[in-house]
């Protein structure tokens, strides 16, 4: 045994005695490289013996080792810079763990207090669910989907409609009848009047042209867009249209927030197990019970992508029947519902029109082809001149004493044969020289459009003109303008040699803005 220990003190210092030296031997190294007395020791033995130009050496290889020395400092530091760095992030990692071991504590305790509130909630409704029932209800699948069916049938504490402000609506008119107002104007004197009225009574001044082409809008499509710069009058026009007919437009001013349908009728709410009606459907409702006209304004509309907000809308004012104008509201029907939404669905009113302004900067977005086709586009860009307007009072109007004007206009004043002939060649040059075609929509608004602003007092080559200026020219903004720069003045001799040089101005005065342009 004396044996073994022998060998195993010899074998064992041999292996420490090794390390031993290295830290031995690490430290009387560095002890050497920094022993700046050595140094010194060593340049006076030699410093007799040295000529000028061995001195410039001399001080050359000092420098040398000071540069080294300075490096393995500089290379310690970053060692141990690195490793507090680490040991700091590693305890920013823990600590951020801690954190959400936290939140995931109090997550489980507020979904604790979220099925205690349901047990509470369904007992007060008569239920009594045992807490093993409520447990299962956030663990297990089938609980989850028993407890989201059993919501459905929860109805308000109140017994109140889940729809406050349309079954208010519902009260209000449960007794009333359609006004007939006795209307017996036609349209241009229509133009006439609501023009001297925004004049007398709100200092707003249009020219006649765009009384007239509002009103020819309405009667082609419910969708009219009003743009151009800041400070003509685009919002004050339907406004003081509102007020003319003693029945104020519905203003929403669009936010950028805006991307889906709930901004405009709101949503149900699966909390208060209520529905958050918004203005613009509460209008909607209420012009279901008569037959005045209504008006949605949309402030801004283009400072939210129109074709998101607004998109079902779109889909559902171009169906050709009316009786398509239909919405889901809510998937589901409850018996103190309001009388008009048959399972949970709302009819579009045919007697509201929805006006949007918009201006085009860096802020908004480009209303893009789907929304421009499907819509009547105004430029006012102009402020109209002051002018003596007699005193007009304000008057209400039937919606449908209206669109009978609109429908009149269509039969008396239909877009004429020669007209829609040169329509189809000015299509094919278009398609020639620009590669560009324009679809059914604008011919059909281009028939609705025409006949009603003749009735409000214009010429059919100039009504004619406005639509394609702003329906089909618009679109070669969309095409390389370098492109179709040459195609331009031959595109307004086509119009000179086929419609005459004194006609077509709204498109000449476009295509020379579109050219000085480029």
């Known amino acids: 045994m004396a044996v073994y220990l022998r060998f195993l003190y010899d074998f064992m210092e041999q292996f420490f005695s090794g390390i031993i030296n290295i830290f031995v031997g690490i430290f009387r190294g560095l002890e050497k490289m920094f022993n700046v007395k050595a140094y010194i020791k060593i340049l006076q033995e030699y410093s007799t013996e040295f000529s000028t130009g061995q001195w410039i050496l001399v001080g050359l290889a000092v420098l040398l080792v000071f540069v080294f020395l300075i490096g393995i400092i500089y290379l310690v530091y970053l060692l141990f810079r690195k490793y507090f760095r680490f040991r700091k992030t590693l305890v920013e990692h823990e600590s951020l763990l801690e954190e959400v071991a936290k939140l995931d504590r109090s997550v489980m305790k507020l979904n604790q207090e979220k099925e205690e509130l349901y047990a509470m909630k369904v ?74 009225f925004a004049a007398y009574e709100m200092k707003l001044y249009y020219k006649i042209k765009i009384i007239r082409l509002f009103v020819a809008s309405l009667g082609a499509t419910r969708l009219v867009i009003l743009q151009g710069i800041s400070g003509t009058g685009k919002t004050s026009l339907p406004y003081a249209w509102g007020k003319f007919l003693k029945r104020d437009a519905t203003i929403a001013s669009v936010q950028p927030s805006w991307r889906d349908r709930t901004e405009l009728f709101g949503y149900f709410n699966e909390f208060t197990k209520k529905f958050n009606e918004t203005e613009v459907l509460k209008a909607m409702y209420e012009a279901g019970y008569n ?138 040059y278009v398609i020639e020289h620009f590669r560009l075609a324009f679809g059914n929509r604008i011919v059909k608004h281009i028939k609705d459009f025409v006949p009603v602003y003749v009735a409000c007092g214009g010429t059919e080559i100039d009504g004619f003109d406005y639509v394609l200026a702003k329906k089909v020219l618009r679109k070669f903004e969309q095409l390389n303008l370098s492109f179709i720069r040459d195609e331009i003045d031959g595109y307004v001799k086509f119009l000179d040699k086929t419609f005459g040089k004194e006609n077509m101005n709204e498109c000449k005065e476009y295509l020379a803005r579109l050219k000085k342009s480029m």
Not at 132 to 145: D, K, L, P, Q
């Open 123 to 196: 007992s007060q409704i008569g239920l009594t669910p045992t807490s093993t029932e409520i447990e299962n209800s956030s663990s297990a699948v089938e609980g989850e989907e028993n407890v989201e069916s059993e919501e459905e049938e929860i109805l308000p504490e109140d017994n109140q409609s889940r729809f406050f402000k349309l079954t208010q609506i519902d009260n209000e008119y449960e007794n009333k009848e359609s006004t007939d107002f006795g209307n017996s104007f036609n349209l241009e004197e229509l133009c006439d009047i609501f023009r001297n």
């Open 291 to 428: 037959d005045e006209i209504y008006l949605t304004i949309l402030d801004e509309m283009n400072i939210a992508r129109v074709e998101y907000y607004f998109a079902e809308m779109l889909s559902i004012l171009e169906m050709p029947s009316r009786d398509e104008w239909v919405i889901d509201l809510v998937p589901n029907v409850w018996p103190n519902d309001p009388k008009h939404l048959p399972d949970g669905k709302l009819k579009i009113p045919e007697n509201m029109w929805y006006i949007g302004t918009i201006n085009n900067d860096d802020s908004t977005f480009m209303v893009t082809d789907k929304v421009y086709d499907r819509a009547m586009p105004i430029d006012i860009n102009d402020k109209g001149q002051v002018f003596d307007a007699a005193p007009t009072e304000p008057m209400q109007i039937n919606s449908s004493y209206l669109e009978s004007l609109f429908e009149k206009a269509k039969r008396e004043f239909p877009v004429s044969e020669d007209t829609l002939k040169k329509l189809e060649d000015m299509d094919d």
